[in-house]
Each structure stands twice: as structure tokens, then as C-alpha cells.
């Protein structure tokens, strides 16, 4: 585990692999380092140097709650990169992490040469209703009801220890921030608008039996972008590269050849 200091944070990270970098960020509720994605960063550090950095209230990284925002987050992914010199990598993010990417890539469009989105976070929130609200909170008190809301974004349900990495997880985030952000933050997010701004080369990686991002979101954000790759999985859901980790990477390594980020032997 290494950390770095920057915008009054401190961002946890881990390094893996050997090869051409690209960072890695994760989902809401999750986190980049540690167990979450063990076997899809296994699979990716083959062929890439992973960075896999925490975002704020996630993981191991440490900041005031009251900091824990979508624009923060955005923000630090440049600074990240800019703190370990980074320049012209492939940007890749789960689900929150492909809407902070996308974000990442709109602040600094010289910092990154790529980005991969893995069933990606909706451009632009939506309302929730309260009684949401109200289940997503039962749920971090509720052992049993977490794992059965986790394993209901996999179209594979794994076994009760995996579920529990899951909700250790989820449960690094405060309460106070959990529930700030499902009732204002997220529904509050909007950047449908400058989706158009990216002309970086986008890979987006859909998972047609996704119930947390509707698939057709994804499918119209991929499209405002100037230069999107569009591969859909019609037996995958939400949790794609923690479901199919060698299918994802696999798709990411043939655009980065594609791209001339990497050599062919890679794929």
C-alpha cells in the first residue's frame, strides 16, 4: 500500500505488474486496492503497470467527509496522475470510476491518452425515491440484506466470503456520506452536457443484463463522445469485470493495440 498527499487528502494506492501504466479506478461503494478487483488487476497487471488508486471515503484513503464529492474525486484522479508522473495513460473505471474518468478526462484532456469504461455510471443522475433511500441505508446495518442487495448486481451470485469483501467495503464510506450521496449527490450529477468535450479514443464495455445502470444509458453516453468503441456482453451485468475479469481486459488490451498504447504480444 503507498498514499500520496494531495488536495488536502490522502489517496491511498497500489502499483502491480510491469508494462505500459494506466490507472484504475473503482465503483461507488468499493475500492481500488486490497481484494475488490484481485482478479481482474491480476489480469490486467500481465500486460499494464496498475495503478490502482482509492477515492475519497473509499478504501484506504483519508479525507473530511464533508470533502467526499463527485468533483473532488474527479479532480484528484488529475492530480493523482500529475503527484506520480503520469502522462498520456489509459484511464480505466468501474462503474462511479467510468463517471469520474469521463469527468477526469473533460479537466485534464492532455493527461490521458484513453479511457476504458466498464459499465459506467449514467452521465446524469436521477431522483431517488425516498423508500430507496430509506432501503440503501437498512442495508449497511443489515448484514444479510447488503449481500443479498450485492449479489442481485451479479448475474452469478458469488459465495457469502466474496460478498462479504463487498460489504466491508461498502462499509468504509460514513453513513453521513453513504446517505448524502444516493439522496443528493448522484441525483444531482450532470455531465451529459460536455460528454461531447471527450475526443479521446473511448472504449465502453456494456453489460446488456446490468440492473444498476440501465444498459441504454450507457449506450447513448458512449455515443456523445467523439470517438467511443462500443462492445456489449449479453450474458454480463453491473459487475463485469469482477464476473468476467479475463473477457474485460481482454477487450481493453485489443483497443489499447488498436490505439498503439500496446504491442501486439499483449493481446
Not at 482478479?39 to 470533502?67: I, N, P, W
Not at 503520469?86 to 484513453?114: C, E
Not at 425515491?129 to 442481485?152: I, K, N, S, T, W
Not at 488498436?258 to 501486439?264: K, V
Request: with cysteine.
Amino acid at each position: 500500500m503507498k498514499f500520496v498527499d494531495l488536495n488536502d487528502a490522502r489517496l491511498a494506492y497500489e502499483v502491480s505488474g510491469e508494462g505500459p501504466p494506466v490507472i484504475f479506478v473503482h465503483g461507488f461503494l468499493a475500492n481500488s486496492t486490497g481484494p475488490y478487483y484481485a482478479a481482474f488487476k491480476q489480469e490486467l497487471a500481465k500486460s499494464c503497470t496498475v495503478y490502482a488508486v482509492d477515492m475519497r471515503g473509499h478504501g484506504e484513503t483519508v479525507a473530511d467527509s464533508r470533502s467526499i464529492t463527485l468533483g473532488a474525486c474527479a479532480r484528484d484522479i488529475v492530480a493523482f496522475a500529475e503527484a506520480l508522473n503520469l502522462q498520456r495513460l489509459p484511464l480505466i473505471g468501474h462503474s462511479m470510476g467510468g463517471y469520474l474518468s469521463m469527468a477526469a478526462a473533460r479537466l485534464a484532456p492532455d493527461r490521458f491518452s484513453a479511457l476504458a469504461l466498464l459499465t459506467p455510471a449514467g452521465s446524469q443522475g436521477q431522483p431517488n425515491p425516498e423508500e430507496v433511500v430509506a432501503d440503501f441505508m437498512a442495508a449497511r446495518r443489515d448484514a444479510a440484506l447488503m449481500h443479498q442487495r450485492f449479489g442481485a448486481m451479479f448475474t452469478s451470485p458469488p459465495d457469502s466470503a466474496e460478498l462479504d469483501i463487498l460489504r466491508q467495503a461498502a462499509l468504509r464510506l460514513p453513513d453521513e456520506v453513504a446517505e448524502r450521496w444516493i439522496r443528493e449527490e448522484w441525483p444531482n450529477s450532470n455531465q451529459t452536457g460536455q460528454l461531447p468535450e471527450i475526443s479521446l479514443p473511448v472504449l465502453s464495455l456494456i453489460g446488456a443484463l446490468d440492473v444498476v445502470v440501465p444498459p441504454a444509458r450507457q449506450y447513448e453516453d458512449a455515443l456523445l463522445m467523439k470517438d467511443a468503441k462500443i462492445v456489449t456482453f449479453s450474458r454480463e451485468g453491473h459487475m463485469l469485470p469482477l464476473e468476467k475479469p479475463v473477457q474485460c481486459c481482454r477487450e481493453i488490451m485489443r483497443f489499447s493495440v488498436d490505439l498503439g498504447l500496446q504491442p501486439s504480444e499483449h493481446v
